[in-house]
């Protein structure tokens, strides 16, 4: 079975900060990875999806992410974080076997400090 | 194009009762989603449909949760009995449902049950 880590739970960061995010999963077979975002009061949406190609994935708002196959990891990035950019950020994994069954990470939330 | 909707969006019940929760997915998406998120933990699948039919249940609780999507469309989620363990956001999401889409998933407001 697919497992997710997200190793850090709760990231303090001051406006312009740059932010990175770290997620590593177990299955080392084909893997489409995921970053979904929960602002405050609001549903959780997609940040940015990797499939095949350029591992180094753009998403809404300036973030990035990069799939690095050798160290099962896809962290997500953004150079400049804003106070909007608080929210908390889930990194998810499709399990193999079809059927887009995901298994989601921990979560991580970010506070951005005016 | 109307997002996933579900209701109610609050829920307080005493332990030993029971529950039902609502969504709607978005029109036309065949794979609909049941997750559990407990405070500080991540979404966990209960139950996936595609179409009308399940395709995993393997976490879901069967002995006080079921679940049903009659005609593939709405689905259902229902606790009886509740357990205090039982509080939690219930989110619903939907997807296309094929591969070209890549498994993205959207997700509703959720709906945040309380067990006394």
């Known amino acids: 079975a697919q497992s997710v880590s997200q190793h850090n739970h709760h990231v303090i960061l001051s406006e312009a900060a740059s932010l990175e995010l770290g997620c590593n999963y177990s299955y080392g077979g084909t893997v489409n990875l995921f970053w979904y975002v929960q602002y405050p009061g609001q549903h959780l949406q997609l940040l940015l999806k990797?499939?095949?190609?350029?591992?180094l994935v753009k998403g809404i708002k300036g973030f990035e992410a990069e799939f690095i196959k050798s160290k099962f990891s896809f962290n997500l990035r953004k150079p400049s974080v804003q106070w909007s950019d608080t929210a908390e950020y889930f990194c998810?994994?499709?399990?193999?076997?079809?059927?887009?069954?995901?298994?989601f990470g921990i979560g991580t939330k970010l506070q951005v400090i005016p | 194009e109307a997002g996933v909707a579900q209701s109610p969006r609050y829920k307080i019940i005493e332990k030993r009762q029971s529950v039902a929760f609502w969504c709607n997915p978005i029109s036309g998406h065949a794979t609909l989603y049941w997750y559990q998120q407990i405070l500080g933990q991540g979404p966990k699948l209960l139950i996936q449909?595609?179409?009308?039919?399940?395709?995993?249940d393997s976490q879901l609780p069967k002995d006080r949760f079921s679940a049903e999507r009659l005609k593939g469309v709405d689905s259902t989620l229902k606790i009886q009995p509740a357990k205090l363990e039982d509080s939690a956001v219930y989110l619903c999401?939907?997807?296309?449902?094929?591969?070209?889409?890549?498994?993205?998933?959207?997700f509703g407001p959720g709906t945040r049950l309380t067990v006394t």
């Open positions: 990797y499939f095949s190609g350029d591992p």
């Open positions: 999401a939907s997807s296309l449902g094929n591969s070209i889409a890549g498994h993205e998933q959207y």
């Open positions: 449909f595609q179409n009308n039919g399940v395709v995993d």
């Open positions: 998810a994994v499709p399990n193999s076997g079809g059927y887009q069954k995901v298994t």
